[in-house]
C-alpha cells in the first residue's frame, strides 16, 4: 500500500495535479491561504495516470470492504473517478449531488440506488471532511449501506479524521499530505527549507499567513 502511496503522489506532482508554492500562497474557496493547491481533475486528461487511479481505486475497494454493490461519486470531482472505479469493477455507479436539485425530480443522489444496498463512496480530495461526509449522510438518509469512503488525496487534518470518526465512516486514501511532500523534497520539487512553513500550515491552516 505504501508503493501505491507513493506512485499516485508521483504522478500528481507530475502532472501538476498538485502545486506546492510556498513563497506565493493559493487562496482556497474558503479563504483560508495555502502553500498548496490540489486540481485532481487533470488526472483525467493524462492517460497513464488516469489509469494508475482507477486501477489503484478497485484493487483498495476490495482490500478494504469487498465487492460493494453500488460505487458513489461525490458531485463533481469525483464523479469521473467514481464512474471508472465503478467500470473496473463492473458494478452500478451513482452520484451524490452536494444538495438536492431545484427543478425536475429534485434528486440529490443521481442514478439507481436501493434501499439496503452496499456502497463505497468515491471522492477526489479531502481537507476538513464536511462536503464528503454530507454525501455520506445523504446515502445513508436514501436507505443505503455506507462502507466508507475512499479519496485520492487528505490533507491529513485532525479536524478530518475527528469528522469522520465522529459521522463513523471509514475513510481510506490513495496518497496523502505526509507522502507528496516527501516525494517533492526527494524529486527536489520543494526545498528542504520549505518543509518546515509546510508543515506549519497544515498544523494550523486557517490562521498560517495571516
Known amino acids: ?33 495555502s502553500p498548496i493547491y490540489c486540481d485532481n481533475r487533470k488526472i483525467l486528461s493524462y492517460p497513464k495516470s488516469r489509469d494508475i487511479v482507477k486501477k489503484a481505486f478497485a484493487d483498495m475497494v ?71 461526509l454530507k454525501a455520506v449522510e445523504a446515502l445513508r438518509g436514501a436507505g443505503a449501506n455506507v462502507l466508507g469512503m475512499l479519496a485520492i488525496f487528505s490533507y491529513g487534518f485532525d479536524v478530518a479524521d475527528d469528522n469522520f470518526e465522529n459521522a463513523n465512516c471509514i475513510l481510506k486514501t490513495l496518497t496523502d499530505y505526509h507522502t507528496l511532500i516527501d516525494i517533492a523534497v526527494d524529486t527536489n520539487y520543494v526545498e528542504p527549507d520549505e518543509i518546515q512553513t509546510l508543515e506549519k500550515w497544515r498544523q494550523d491552516p486557517g490562521n498560517w499567513n495571516k
Open 62 to 132: 476490495i482490500k478494504e470492504f469487498g465487492m460493494p454493490e453500488v460505487i458513489a461519486g461525490v458531485a463533481t470531482g469525483a464523479i469521473a473517478h467514481g464512474i471508472l472505479a465503478a467500470e473496473a469493477l463492473d458494478i452500478p455507479f451513482v452520484y451524490v449531488r452536494s444538495t438536492s436539485k431545484q427543478h425536475g425530480l429534485t434528486n440529490q443522489i443521481e442514478g439507481v440506488l436501493k434501499k439496503g444496498q452496499t456502497v463505497v463512496v468515491i471522492e477526489d480530495l479531502v481537507s476538513t471532511g464536511g462536503s464528503s
Open 1 to 33: 500500500m505504501h508503493d501505491i502511496k507513493k506512485l499516485v503522489a508521483t504522478e500528481l506532482l507530475q502532472i501538476n495535479a498538485i502545486k506546492l508554492n510556498p513563497a506565493n500562497p493559493f487562496t482556497w474557496a474558503s479563504g483560508w491561504k
